[in-house]
C-alpha cells in the first residue's frame, strides 16, 4: 500500500451510495410518470437526486489526495438531497396528500424496508404499481435515512482528519521520515 495516496474504499460499498442510488432511480421514475411534461421540477428533481448521488462518486474519488474535497462534495450531496426532500414534500403538499407521520403504520415499515434493503431493483419493482403520493412517502423516508448516513459519514471524517491528518501532512511526514529528521 502507498503510504502517501492510500488507496480509499470503493464507494460502491458505501451505504450512503446505495441508498442516492437507489433515490436516484425512484425520483427519475416518479418525475417522467407523474409529472407533467415541461414541469421545471421534473429537472430540478433529477439533478438534485442525481447530484446526491454523483457528488459521492467524485468526494470518494477524490478522497486519497483530499480530505476537503472529500468532505466538500459529501456535504453537497447532503444539501443535494435536502433539496429533493424539500421538492417531494411540496409534492405531497401542493396536491393535499398526506405526508406519513412518524410511528404511522406505513412510515415504519418503510423505514424497515429502508434499513434491510439497499438494492434499487428492490425498490424499482416496490414502486411500479404505487400511487405517487405512496412513491413520495417512500422517497422521502430514504432520502432521510441517506441524510443520517451522510452526517455519520461525514462525522467519521472529521474525526479521521483531526485525528491523523491530511495528504499536505502525510507528504511532510514521509519527506522528515526519508530525511531521517
Given at each position: 500500500m502507498n503510504e502517501l495516496i492510500p488507496r480509499k474504499g470503493n464507494y460502491k460499498k458505501l451505504l450512503s451510495y446505495q441508498k442516492s442510488d437507489v433515490i436516484?432511480?425512484?425520483?427519475?421514475?416518479?418525475?417522467?410518470?407523474?409529472?407533467?411534461?415541461?414541469?421545471?421540477?421534473?429537472?430540478?428533481m433529477i439533478q438534485a437526486a442525481r447530484s446526491g448521488k454523483q457528488n459521492i462518486v467524485e468526494g470518494c474519488s477524490a478522497a486519497a489526495t483530499s480530505s476537503k474535497t472529500e468532505?466538500?462534495?459529501l456535504n453537497v450531496a447532503k444539501?443535494?438531497?435536502?433539496e429533493l426532500l424539500e421538492d417531494y414534500e411540496d409534492f405531497l403538499k401542493t396536491r393535499g396528500k398526506r405526508q406519513w407521520e412518524e410511528k404511522s403504520i406505513e412510515y415504519e415499515t418503510m423505514r424497515q424496508?429502508?434499513?434491510?434493503?439497499?438494492?434499487?431493483?428492490?425498490?424499482?419493482?416496490?414502486?411500479e404499481t404505487r400511487p405517487p403520493e405512496t412513491i413520495a412517502n417512500m422517497a422521502i423516508i430514504l432520502i432521510?435515512?441517506?441524510?443520517?448516513?451522510l452526517h455519520?459519514?461525514?462525522?467519521?471524517?472529521?474525526s479521521d482528519f483531526i485525528d491523523n491528518g491530511g495528504f499536505s501532512e502525510r507528504m511532510v511526514a514521509l519527506r522528515r521520515n526519508k530525511r531521517g529528521y
Open positions: 436516484f432511480q425512484i425520483t427519475y421514475f416518479f418525475c417522467n410518470k407523474f409529472l407533467q411534461r415541461g414541469d421545471r421540477t421534473i429537472d430540478q468532505i466538500r462534495l444539501a443535494s438531497l435536502k424496508l429502508g434499513r434491510e434493503h439497499s438494492d434499487a431493483a428492490y425498490f424499482m419493482n416496490l414502486i432521510n435515512q441517506a441524510d443520517y448516513l455519520r459519514q461525514l462525522e467519521r471524517l472529521a
